[in-house]
């Protein structure tokens, strides 16, 4: 058997493309000989899987899953949204957002997890899915929302089927948990998917984000001529309306157009604790595709 080196596991990576556990598994099983291990890894499909690494995956589904006081959120990106619908991948998805409470919020430790009646791992899960539907997958992310006593809610926006869609939203509420508690968790989570704020409250906005603001809506006061203390003042009043586009608390309640998130909440003897919200592919810069040149390239 040849000695296993880190020069032979970088020269089969080289070979393969295949992530470096997984050529260190293949030489071990084929006592070190590189030939064997190359066809070891396309046999595992992990060969193939390397190859569609590169290319964008923007789409796929977001999953939600709550349970009492505990709810999960992932993001599992494809590269076209025919996948999205596959019943194969919708499975693993709603399997991840399980999974997730327990890895709470880390992806490598939810990578690590034991797929559910596969015999691997999700990572391995994940590769193996690459391999046999053809495109680049990866999870992209997950969180956790937990309270001690109330509840965490979920709601998803034109949902494929329960729990899976393009735009996830989980609410934590804390208070009695009952079913009306329940039920304003899920009104919050809908009004979080269409009003996008991105704080909880006015402590928590981000000092750069509001430090930026500052600066714009003081230079637009000075354009006034007004003296720098009537200025301050126009800033702090102007702020109040910035408040209310961010954050969700100070928020103009969607289901009435009147009341305030934060009214609406205590009204129903509610504290809200957090919210998470995630929409498909935000962040991912995708490529253009130009179906014709596509075409074109394919036949030269």
């Given at each position: ?106 992806v ?120 720098e203390?009537?200025?301050a ?52 810069e995708k ?9 074109a390239?394919?036949?030269?």
């Open positions: 058997m040849a000695e296993i080196t880190a020069a032979l596991v970088k020269e089969l990576r080289e070979k393969t493309g295949a992530g470096m556990m997984d050529c260190k598994r293949a030489l071990a099983e084929t006592g070190g000989d590189l030939e064997a291990a190359v066809d070891w890894l396309r046999k595992k499909g992990l060969s193939a899987a390397a190859k569609k690494a590169g290319r964008v995956a923007a789409e796929g589904l977001v999953g939600v899953y709550s349970e009492g006081g505990r709810g999960a959120i992932v993001e599992v990106n494809t590269e076209t949204d025919f996948v999205a619908r596959n019943e194969t991948f919708q499975a693993f998805v709603e399997a991840c957002a399980k999974l997730a409470l327990e890895a709470e919020g880390d490598e430790r939810l990578k690590a997890m034991p797929f559910p009646g596969s015999g691997r791992t999700v990572g391995e899960e994940l590769t193996h899915l690459i391999a046999t539907i053809g495109e680049n997958m990866m999870i992209r992310r997950c969180a956790t929302l937990s309270v001690e006593r109330g509840v965490v809610a979920s709601y998803v926006h034109s949902a494929l089927k329960p729990g899976l869609g393009r735009i996830g939203v989980l609410v934590a509420l804390e208070g009695d948990p009952t079913e009306t508690i329940l039920a304003l968790g899920r009104q919050v989570g809908m009004h979080v998917a269409a009003a996008r704020p991105e704080a909880l409250d006015i402590a928590s906005v981000d000092p750069a984000a509001l430090a930026r603001e500052k600066a714009v809506l003081a230079e637009q006061a000075r354009a006034s001529g007004k003296p203390e009537i200025i003042k126009m800033v702090e009043g102007r702020l109040r309306k910035f408040y209310e586009e961010v954050v969700l608390l100070e928020q103009v309640w969607v289901h009435d157009g009147d009341s305030r998130v934060k009214a609406v909440v205590q009204k129903a003897g509610a504290k809200l604790a957090g919210f998470i919200r995630y929409q498909l592919g935000e962040g991912i490529q253009a595709s130009d179906f014709a040149a596509e075409v390239a394919a036949a030269r």
